[in-house]
């Protein structure tokens, strides 16, 4: 999680800023435009684990992120899960439950979402499991398909990314557990 310094005022908008870690290389989207192809197996591991444990902090607290995806993470000298505005306790469903509101970035967004359900920690790791394909394959998801209902339609019905490179099996089975349709099948971070 990235590191919060303190929060400030503008003057003139009186518009609260919250002072973060500096991310030099801005994104974990910008970085892996810019050296996916210097990326080994090794780093994307690693990075995939500052991840799984920055996620294992927020969901041992209790909370839910909502928004996790790969815009929201930012690289430093390790990756950090950072816009945390959007992020509840686990139990804030309840009293949201009549809304039936859908926050995120479509692509990153659980198919039970989608169809109307409560937010869960399941839901963040069907996010970090698109997540993981997007690190190992380099590919943002559904990079070649538009971003609108149908696209929402077809992770309901089943749709996931597909790899384009050969990647080792067991890294496959973790991020189609994540994947699962049903939330109950997906790995938690414990």
């Known amino acids: 999680i990235i ?5 400030t005022q503008d003057p003139i908008t009186k518009n609260y800023m919250l002072v973060l870690e500096y991310a030099k290389n801005g994104s974990l989207r910008n ?14 591991i690693i990075d995939l684990w500052h991840i799984a444990n920055g996620l294992n902090d927020i969901h041992a607290n209790d909370l839910i992120h909502r928004d996790l995806h790969i815009g929201n993470i930012l690289y430093t000298n390790l990756t950090c899960i950072t816009d945390m505005g959007l992020c509840k306790p686990a139990d804030y469903n309840t009293l949201e439950n009549t809304k039936k509101s859908v926050y995120g970035v479509l692509p990153y967004i659980a198919p039970e979402i989608l169809q109307g359900q409560n937010y869960t920690k399941a839901a963040d790791i ?13 590919l943002p998801p559904y990079h070649n398909v538009s ?8 992770i309901c019905q089943g749709l996931r990314p597909r790899f384009n490179i050969k990647v080792p099996q067991l ?20």
Do not use: Q
């Not at 590191?3 to 929060?7: S, V």
């Not at 069907?126 to 380099?138: C, K, N, Q, R, T």
């Not at 971003?147 to 077809?154: G, Q, R, S, T």
């Not at 089975?173 to 997906?186: E, M, Q, V």
């Open 3 to 7: 590191r919060l310094y303190g929060i």
């Open 31 to 44: 970085y892996l435009d810019k050296s996916y192809d210097k990326s080994d197996w090794y780093t994307k």
């Open 126 to 138: 069907y996010s970090f499991g698109i997540i993981m394909y997007e690190i190992i394959s380099g």
């Open 147 to 154: 971003h609108d209902i149908n696209l929402a339609i077809k």
């Open 171 to 190: 890294i496959v089975h973790l991020i189609k557990r994540c994947l699962d349709a049903n939330p109950l099948n997906r790995p938690t971070t414990d």
